[in-house]
C-alpha cells in the first residue's frame, strides 16, 4: 500500500475508486465501507483510495476537549492496509482545508488532484463546511456514487462516538465487539494515563473511582 502525506506529488491514479473521512478506530461500520472499495476498485480495474485526515477535525477546529481517538495516525494506516487498500492520502486538516465549500472539495482534490470516478460514501457522509450531500447533482453528475448503509452489531449502531461512550464507561469488551479489533496500543497507553493520573477515593472522597483492567 502507498501512503501519501498530502497532495503535492500525487502520481496518476487508474480508475480511481476513493472514499474521505476520519475513520478513526477503523471499526466494522468502517470495514464494511473499505471492503465496498476495495470491490468497486477491482471491478472497474482500478485502485482504491481512502482520504483521511491529520490531525483530526475536531482538533483543528477547537472541538477536541474529551476527545478520545482510537488510533493513532500510524494504527490506522496498518488496519487500512490490513483490508487491502491501495492507498492512502493523508489530508493536513489546516483551518484553511477546513474553509473549503464542498464543492470546492469536489472540484480542486475529488476531480483535479485525483480524478475520481466513483465515489464510496457512508450513507450520512457530507462535504466541506457547508455540509454538500454525496447524492447532490454536483457530484452524482460528475462520478458515480456508491451509498454504504449503516452497519449494527447486535442493535447498537456502530460509529466511532457510540465505541468512545463504550470506553469511557468501561465497556471495553463491547468496545471490541464494535470495533471488530481489539484496543490499540496507543488507546490503552492513553487510558493508562488517564487512570494513573484521576484522584483517587482520598482525593476525592465523594466520587466512586472506577479503574479498568489495563495492568496487562
Known amino acids: 500500500m502507498r501512503v501519501f502525506h498530502g497532495f503535492e506529488h500525487l502520481p496518476r491514479f487508474e ?16 470495514r464494511a465501507l473499505i471492503e465496498r472499495l476495495v470491490a468497486e476498485a477491482h471491478a472497474a480495474d482500478g485502485e ?27 494504527e490506522k494506516i496498518a488496519l487500512l492496509a490490513d483490508l487491502g487498500v491501495d ?16 464543492s470546492e472539495f469536489v472540484d480542486q482534490y475529488l476531480l483535479k488532484r485525483i480524478g475520481t470516478e466513483i465515489l464510496v460514501a457512508g ?67 492513553r487510558m493508562r494515563s488517564s487512570i494513573a493520573s484521576a484522584p483517587t477515593s482520598m482525593d476525592s472522597p465523594d466520587q466512586p473511582h472506577h479503574q479498568h483492567n489495563l495492568s496487562k
Not at 58 to 70: D, F, K, M, Q, Y
Not at 87 to 102: C, E, H, Q, T
Not at 128 to 155: F, K, N, Q
Open 48 to 74: 482504491s483510495i481512502v482520504m483521511t485526515f491529520e490531525p483530526h477535525p475536531r482538533i483543528t477546529l477547537g472541538r477536541a476537549e474529551g476527545l478520545l481517538l482510537l488510533t493513532s495516525l500510524d
Open 123 to 189: 450513507y450520512n457522509h457530507r462535504f466541506g463546511h457547508d455540509g454538500l450531500a454525496c447524492d447532490s447533482p454536483e457530484i452524482t453528475g460528475r462520478m458515480r456514487i456508491v451509498c454504504v448503509g449503516p452497519c449494527s452489531v447486535d442493535g447498537v449502531r456502530v460509529s466511532s462516538t457510540a465505541i468512545r461512550r463504550l470506553i469511557e464507561s468501561g465497556q471495553t469488551a463491547k468496545a471490541e465487539q464494535l470495533l471488530g479489533h481489539p484496543l490499540s496500543n496507543s488507546l490503552i497507553d
Open 87 to 102: 492507498n492512502v492520502i493523508i489530508i493536513p486538516f489546516d483551518r484553511s482545508f477546513s474553509a473549503l465549500s464542498g
Open 15 to 30: 480508475h480511481p475508486a476513493v472514499t474521505v473521512g476520519s475513520y478513526d478506530g477503523v471499526h466494522r461500520g468502517h
